[in-house]
């Protein structure tokens, strides 16, 4: 074998001697969410005291991960972690409203506990809450390592810099896609297929805002697709399924296509009715 080929790969490994890869970081995700709901743990806890004590090893463990992955933060390792761990009641207070939404949203759903156990919407939310926490302290890596470790897993992709508020609802949930610099309101219901993307994939937008604004109690139907930082879809308004959408609708909004003559029809339900063709 080429020398300077496994030169190469030996001096990008001493660059990253010690980075947690993603099995490190997917099975830290996967303990701590046993840890935040019994549904998916693997451990008893015979008192309180176990409890703690294993939560203290979480932290250690996320503390070291941080110190390999964030070596430029001002903050270490252990203060990293620590402030994370703080940010933990509320990320299970927003994850408990997630799974009543999906309970309150699916007339299939018999219990929460069904909800949090099996519903890969959930599972998807949680993995995107706790990446989200991580992202907003600018950890790098992993927290797309964590949302990834979900979309292999549910075929849902959240990037973690998306802003979702409460009562999230994911029904089904397969293929949906929320792009980075999505912002999705209160009480939003999403079904699978759904795309809240870009519409340019420029480098050069990188920075800037290129993904939609979804506001409260909107519903969002099969394999709708919403492009563009600029679009807006007022609250309380009702997307129909396989609708594309570049530009802002009003609130109290009912937009679907008529199938018997492929026109799109938009109904403002408390302003006026009008008809847009594609």
Known sequence: MDKR?????YASHARCPDCPGPEAVSNFFIELLGTLFPDFSKKVFGTPEELELHMKELKMQLGQMLFKSSPENPLNGEQLATHFFDKLPDIHKMLSQDAVAMYEGDPASKSLNEVIRSYPGFYAIAAY??????????VPVIPRTITEHAHSRTGIDIHPGAEIGEFFCIDHGTGIVIGETTVIGNGVKIYQGVTLGALSISKLDAEKKRHPTV???????AG???LGGETIIGHDSIIGGNVWITRSVPPFTKVYYKTSIQSMNIEETEVRNFRMEL
């Open 215 to 221: 506001e409260d109690n909107v519903t969002i139907y």
């Open 5 to 9: 080929f496994l030169q190469d790969l």
């Open 224 to 226: 709708a697709t919403i």
């Open 129 to 138: 809450r706790v990446a989200h926490a991580l992202y907003m302290m600018k």
